[in-house]
């Protein structure tokens, strides 16, 4: 099972495959659904069933019978002789109560869970949660997406592949995220880790796959109820605040957060036409509730909103099937907004309480549904075709009403002087709304429609499979300004008695490329405008993939993929096209022992991902900001305006513009989307009847990169030295896109002229590195299997280096897929090579189930893991750096490897030199009542999640400067820890 994989289409369906008497006639029947298919064993006695809907299957075959389970994307295989055949009317259950049987029909690295399974784990009910059970799996940072994504293999959260029945449901706007579908309508989840096959694509991360329930003979119902209160949750850790000045005593703010979840479903399948025509119906509704606080604000949540998913299978007769599968998982969220009270002193006033009415009250809907249309046709015993057509509606997150009210005011605040912590928020905006959206555009919305052919032939000892699937992916973009047009931040620059760092001693703190002197208060004003527009991503891609048992024990996989990628701006016009990008998939499988018990693998494979839709928005929209910065005696109150307001500091900083980039300029001409290769080697024993086990190596290598540079200076100095002198620099964009380390070829105005020429850029110019990030890792994985008592763990000693995580930056919390801060310009490339943010050395994961009695049934779920790399982050050095790329560079933050030491001199570090978080552990308990006098229909269970309530850190501060020269104070204060101990009580009924 911890090495499962197939070679079906988009894993949705599975195979029984074996040996038998040659030309014997070999019948399945699938006793649910009355699915039965007869096919003669060849020459050599071999025979596939292909392409079966997963599920339980009846084989016979010369007045002897098997009866074998069908999992998500696995081969089952069957070997028909006198010494594994039973007399018809016995029936074998295989892949079932017994060990999972070693797959040797593939060479792919990947875990099937049931639902089965599920139902007695503590795992939550999402299918991340269930996705880090699996070897080589690992949570991303807290702060990005939800907080609890998978990293897999060492790649970022933001590169991996969710399906639904076979439909790719990756949200391709951020990739942070999928569509949503109902967690107790799931049959069975697939988690592939690894070289998986030339089927599969556009992901460079991992692949989770869902196989929905569906209906049979047999008219079923039920539901459940499944309710964590707060009462069975221990109280977050507050973190105090260590600037003593500051007016907020906490950094964070945890110890009154209330959780309260019940989620509640029912449920309904059986026949519409007895062997024919069949239906899955969920219905799933909820009341979560939160209340959650902050240093300056409290925010209270309900979300009420009802889901579901009709599932109908067709069985037009035995060789043609039609699936549908409809989801709608669309999500109201209310929102109620509070600040404290101000005047209250220290600790005091978090005490005073909120005020009676919210200073802001609004609705958040997102989600929207999901629609899939499935045919699949056995024309002959050997050649299978199917058919998909998916549609995929998302609105990304919509307010309602869409501007609140004090969105007509500035968004204005103030820092503390050496912290980069908020002290207060200022006017009559309450602080929560910091960008009002344009009136005449629609909320953000992701629609995706996607085609795919597949067919699979056998011929002789070859299992041939090819395909082709075409996708459109359009996200809108409603444009956004700063509430009240413009954003105000104050601050006060320290004086001798609160000084430190670099700026101790000093006549004052450098702003703007001006001195501001001590004791000073000055303000930063910001202006943003984005334009509304639509974006469409294009995916195209076919394959070829040949399963070659070259004898009765090896086969050989070779798998070739091409993929096409094109994204276009809000025009339509296309900025970034590739040619098919070639991906070829190698494998073998040998199973040594020719029984399935001995079975040595191994994969190599290249794979591609596009450019996120959200790129298309930053990189060929509108999008202006104007900073300028200004003395000040004050604010007002009242709009949170300045007071006093005088010079200015500095010259006005611009980023960007409000008219769309030149599409011809905005990327490089021979730019080509990330891949990356990938080699496992392994082997998988099964000791007993009940115990297995195996070895994987896995080696995975980003070969080239893909992200966004803005730095012009090159493209001047590299002008002068080509006797340009008349060159625009008006003409290079703010920001275009790269593959790190190589030449740039745009469209820019040599000659001053207006007109633009094709112009590259030698790499020796740009000076950014080559992208690099490399993973390498030894999994070792077992099972133990039984009527009574089950065991699944694994052991990961893993190592990923790079200068760059990836598709986003954790440390940054940025989650712009593939434009990150990363390559902006060299200096933030400085100091980078080192371990990556989801770099753990050492992982241990245990997990199973223990049946007491038939009515008392146990589980548990422990998992330990060393921590991540620690940083020191400050602001780049910005002497000698001519213009315009210093007035680019002078709004960023401390978010480089450049750092104060304590002495406050500036100094180069690498990454990870910080040393890292504390090791941790969690373990999760469950215990479940079956009563007897329920005729087993009726399930009570307890799960207790982190047990003993360990609360180890997480996440530390890495940002050593409040503001530049100015050590912050909170620098490796703790940030997150681990999440407290809380209850979960579940009531469910199967009839």
């Not at 594994?84 to 690295?109: F, K, Q």
């Not at 401390?894 to 304590?902: A, I, K, Q, R």
Request: with cysteine; glycine share 10%; hydrophobic share 30%.
């Amino acid at each position: 099972m911890c090495v499962a994989g197939g070679v079906q289409a988009q894993s949705a369906v599975g195979s029984i495959f074996g040996n038998g008497q040659p030309g014997t006639s070999i019948t399945i029947q699938n006793p649910q659904t009355g699915l039965t298919r007869t096919i003669s064993a060849g020459s050599d006695g071999r025979f596939t069933f292909s392409q079966l809907p997963p599920g339980r299957y009846v084989l016979t075959s010369d007045g002897r019978r098997q009866e074998v389970e069908v999992k998500i994307g696995t081969g089952v295989q069957v070997v028909l002789s006198d010494a594994t055949a039973t007399d018809l009317g016995v029936v074998e259950v295989r892949g079932t109560r017994a060990i999972n049987p070693i797959d040797v029909s593939s060479a792919e690295s990947g875990t099937v869970f049931t639902a089965e399974q599920l139902i007695t784990l503590p795992v939550a009910s999402d299918i991340s949660s269930v996705a880090l059970l699996a070897p080589g799996t690992v949570r991303g940072d807290s702060g990005v997406g939800s907080g609890n994504l998978a990293s897999f293999g060492g790649s970022s959260v933001a590169e991996n592949g969710y399906y639904i029945n076979g439909f790719d449901v990756t949200n391709m706007r951020t990739f942070l995220s999928f569509a949503d579908t109902p967690f107790q309508a799931i049959a069975q989840q697939q988690v592939k880790t690894g070289g998986y096959g030339a089927e599969y694509g556009r992901s460079l991360g991992g692949i989770i796959s869902i196989l929905t329930k569906s209906g049979s003979n047999d008219f079923r119902y039920g539901g459940s109820v499944e309710w964590s209160p707060q009462w069975g949750r221990s109280d977050g850790r507050d973190v105090a605040q260590r600037d003593q000045d500051s007016v907020n005593p906490l950094y964070q703010y945890r110890s009154d957060n209330e959780y309260d979840s019940t989620v509640y479903s029912a449920y309904a399948s059986g026949p519409i036409i007895k062997d024919r025509l069949f239906f899955f119906a969920l219905a799933e509704g909820r009341h979560n509730t939160s209340d959650t606080f902050g240093s300056l604000t409290s925010q209270a949540t309900r979300n009420n909103s009802p889901q579901g998913l009709l599932k109908l299978d067709w069985y037009l007769n035995d060789n043609n099937l039609v699936e549908f599968t409809g989801i709608y998982n669309k999500q109201k969220t209310r929102y109620n907004d509070y600040e404290y009270e101000l005047t209250a002193d220290g600790d005091n006033r978090y005490n005073v309480g909120r005020h009676e009415l919210p200073i802001d009250q609004y609705d958040v809907e997102t989600g929207g549904k999901v629609g899939i249309l499935k045919y699949t046709s056995y024309l002959t015993d050997t050649f299978t075709v199917s058919g998909q057509y998916g549609y995929l509606d998302n609105l990304i997150s919509s307010r309602l009403p869409a501007a609140g009210v004090g969105s007509e005011c500035p968004w204005a605040y103030s820092f503390g002087l050496t912290t980069s912590t908020l002290e207060r928020y200022i006017g009559c905006n309450p602080g929560t709304i910091s960008t009002r959206p344009d009136a005449n555009a629609a909320p953000d919305e992701d629609v995706r429609k996607a085609i795919r052919l597949d067919a699979e032939w056998i011929l002789g000892d070859h299992r041939l499979r090819f395909g082709a699937d075409h996708e459109t992916y359009e996200s809108s973009h409603r444009g956004q300004t700063y509430a009240g047009g413009i954003n105000w931040a104050y601050y006060l620059v320290p004086t001798n008695s609160v000084a430190t760092g670099a700026f101790a001693g000093q006549p004052g703190r450098t702003v703007n490329g001006q001195l501001v002197p001590r004791g000073a208060r000055y303000a930063r004003s910001r202006v943003l405008q984005t334009s509304s527009s639509s974006y469409e991503n294009i995916n195209s891609a076919f394959y070829v993939e040949d399963n070659w048992q070259v004898t009765d024990n090896f086969m050989a996989y070779i798998g070739l993929r091409g993929e096409k990628f094109e994204s276009r701006n809000g025009d339509g016009i296309a900025w970034v096209e590739s040619d098919y990008e070639v991906a070829p998939r190698l494998g073998f499988s040998w199973d040594a022992n020719g029984d399935s018990t001995l079975k040595i693998f191994g994969t190599l494979g290249r794979y591609y991902i596009p450019v996120a839709t959200n790129s298309s928005i930053r990189a060929t929209g509108a999008e202006s900001t104007v900073s300028n910065w200004y003395y000040v005696n004050g604010w007002s109150e009242v709009d949170g305006t300045p007071v006093g307001q005088g010079a200015q500091i500095g010259q006005t900083q611009t980023n960007g513009t409000l008219e769309a980039p030149n599409p011809a300029s905005v990327a490089s001409t021979d730019f080509t989307p990330m891949y990356q290769d990938e080699l496992i080697l392994g082997t998988q024993v099964q000791f007993n009847e009940n115990w297995s086990g195996g070895v994987r190596f896995m080696r995975r290598q980003v070969r080239s990169g893909m992200d966004d540079t803005c730095t012009t200076n090159p493209w001047i100095e590299w002008a002068a030295d080509n006797g340009y002198d008349d060159f625009d620099p008006g003409s290079v964009p703010s920001c275009y896109f790269v593959n790190p380390g190589n030449d740039v070829t745009l469209n820019v105005d040599l000659d001053g002229d207006g007109e633009v020429e094709l112009a590259t850029l030698p790499a020796s110019y740009l000076g950014l590195p080559r992208y690099k990030r490399n993973y390498s890792a030894i999994e070792l994985f077992w099972e133990r299997a039984g009527e009574t008592f089950n065991l699944q763990g694994s052991y990961v000693r893993a190592r990923s280096r790079g200068n760059v995580e990836g598709y986003i930056n954790s440390t940054l919390e940025q989650e712009d897929a593939g434009l990150t801060q990363d390559f902006d310009h060299p200096l933030f490339t400085d100091g980078t090579y080192g371990p990556t943010p989801n770099d753990r050395a050492h992982t241990l994961k245990l997990f199973g189930a223990y049946k007491l009695t038939p009515e008392w049934q146990f589980g548990g779920n422990l998992i330990a893991q060393s921590g991540r790399p620690v940083n020191c982050q400050g602001y780049i050095p910005l002497e000698g750096i001519a213009q315009p790329d210093l007035g680019t560079l002078t709004p960023y933050s401390g978010s480089s490897f450049y750092c104060l030491n304590d002495d406050g001199e500036r100094e180069l570090r690498n990454r990870g030199d910080q040393g890292r978080t504390p090791w941790t552990w969690t373990f999760d308990l469950s215990a479940a009542y079956v009563p007897a006098w329920a005729n087993d229909r009726l399930r009570f269970k307890l799960d207790v999640f982190n047990v003993f309530n360990n609360d180890k850190v997480t996440e530390y501060n890495e940002f050593k400067e409040a503001s530049r020269d100015v050590i912050s104070r909170n620098y490796l204060n703790d940030v997150n820890y681990q999440s407290p101990r809380s209850v979960r009580l579940t009531l469910r009924y199967d009839y």
